[in-house]
């Protein structure tokens, strides 16, 4: 099993100093993913949960592909309504390209309606949207010479040039943990990418069902790759109240077990609980902090599973 990091790349303390820091504690931690998140439009309702100021995500990205060498990078995940598939085909090829192969596309339908006011998109047709913009992207990733005729979008002729490194495609985890994004996963994930999950509903319904609605489309069932919280307390929490990756080290250390008891290919760390929403300036301390203890036990897990 191996782990991720979500990059903190919004809010106080957010900037390019602290962001290639991050990259690099990750890196040298032996985590093997770093992830970011996507907002285009700070809108009301955005900036509740992700203060100002917010790095775009494949640009961030870009930029940290020349300040590391091995580890990973994704997004976690990629608002698929709020581009053109021409211009997110693009953008993915690019970034897959700058870092040898190491992009992760992580997938989502949105939830700010808000945004998708102000970027002129319908929010009310946004799963239909993206799943129509999932298909034409990856007909641009796979033919020299793309036409695609979809009821979103249509094009003919197009190429696009570089291709990404990774054939046919980066992989694509599908993010949510709705009945709608289980069936999307088992229709066009290479993974599911399940946020705030409880691994009981994991392990009795979740994954059950992406296992038959894998089989209906004829499919291998997709991997397992979570994003949990990072958000370690010092007495236990009632295990009916809380998602996996909260409560105390022996609380969480169970929730990892339990996960790759599961099959987990990947488990993405994420410390927003870390600190409240105004962003403390000792965030990125207490997150270090949090991150070398769970690095400690991952590596337990790691020996356990050779065993």
Known sequence: MKFGLKLHHSGAGANPDQMRRWAHFAESLGIHLLMTADHVALTPDVLKQYPAPYYEAFTNLAWLAAQTQRIELGTTVIVVPYRHPIGLATLVANVDQ??????????????????????????????????????????????????????????????????????????????????????????????????????EWLKDIGLPRLERLADREGRPVPALCPRILCHLTDSPLPNDERVAGEGTLDQ????????????????????????????????????????????????????????
């Open 98 to 199: 700058l870092s040898g192969g190491r992009f992760i596309l992580g997938v989502g339908a949105g939830w700010s309606e808000l945004e998708f006011e102000a970027l002129g998109v319908d929010f009310h047709q946004r799963g239909a949207i993206m799943d129509d913009y999932v298909d034409a992207t990856k007909v641009l990733w796979t033919t020299d010479v793309a036409s695609y005729e979809g009821p979103f979008v249509s094009f003919r002729d197009v190429m696009l040039a570089p291709k990404p490194v990774q054939s046919p495609h980066p992989p694509i985890w599908v993010g949510g943990a709705s009945n709608v994004a289980i069936r999307r996963t088992a229709r066009v994930g290479d993974a599911w990418h399940p946020l705030g999950i409880r691994v």
């Open 252 to 307: 969480v250390r169970g929730d990892l077990e339990a996960l790759q008891t599961l099959g987990a290919e990947y488990v993405v760390l994420d410390t927003k609980r870390n600190s409240p929403t105004s962003a403390s300036p000792t965030h990125h301390e207490e997150a270090f902090r949090t991150l070398t203890v769970l690095a400690e036990k991952a590596v337990d897990l790691e020996k356990e599973t050779v065993r």
